[in-house]
């Protein structure tokens, strides 16, 4: 049991750092120019006002994101089903019991905390 849970920590902890985005400053030629009509209109050229890099990187990140966390939420859902074919072989026996228990409940807390992360994420 401890092995599951250190192996799920350890998963956790390396998907996690996937989630630190790295905001890099946009160093292409752009005309800041404030009588440019490119940039005054209501639709302005992104290549031209030099906002395309941010919305690239915007959605890059947030692909990214859902990539892990619906990679978490199905591992969780996994190991909920494996917890609930332990709790089903038990056989009665009191230490397996607990143990499948115990996996399942640790499986729903993590599927808690990604959706929690997913909310948050999604929010800001």
Same mark, same amino acid.
């Given at each position: 049991?401890?092995?599951?849970?250190?192996?799920?920590?350890?998963?956790?902890?390396?998907?996690?750092?996937l989630?630190?985005?790295v905001?890099?400053?946009?160093?292409?030629?752009?005309? $800041? $120019?404030?009588?440019?009509?490119?940039?005054?209109?209501?639709?302005?050229?992104?290549?031209?006002?030099? +906002? +395309?890099?941010?919305?690239?990187?915007?959605?890059?990140?947030?692909?990214? /994101?859902?990539?892990?966390?619906?990679?978490?939420?199905? /591992?969780?859902?996994?190991?909920?089903?494996?917890?609930?074919?332990?709790?089903?072989?038990?056989?009665? $026996?009191?230490? +397996?019991? =607990?143990? =499948?228990?115990? !996996?399942?409940?640790?499986?729903?807390?993590?599927?808690v905390?990604?959706?929690?992360?997913?909310?948050? !994420?999604?929010?800001?």
């Amino acid at each position: 049991m401890k092995k599951v849970i250190a192996i799920i920590a350890a998963l956790f902890i390396a998907l996690s750092t996937l989630s630190c985005g790295v905001y890099a400053k946009n160093n292409t030629i752009r005309i $800041d $120019d404030t009588n440019n009509d490119a940039c005054n209109v209501a639709n302005p050229d992104p290549l031209i006002c030099g +906002k +395309k890099g941010e919305a690239d990187a915007n959605a890059r990140i947030g692909s990214i /994101l859902n990539a892990v966390y619906g990679f978490v939420g199905v /591992l969780a859902v996994i190991v909920i089903v494996i917890g609930g074919v332990m709790y089903t072989t038990s056989a009665g $026996d009191p230490a +397996k019991v =607990a143990r =499948a228990k115990t !996996t399942i409940m640790y499986a729903v807390i993590g599927l808690v905390v990604v959706l929690l992360a997913f909310a948050i !994420t999604t929010f800001v």
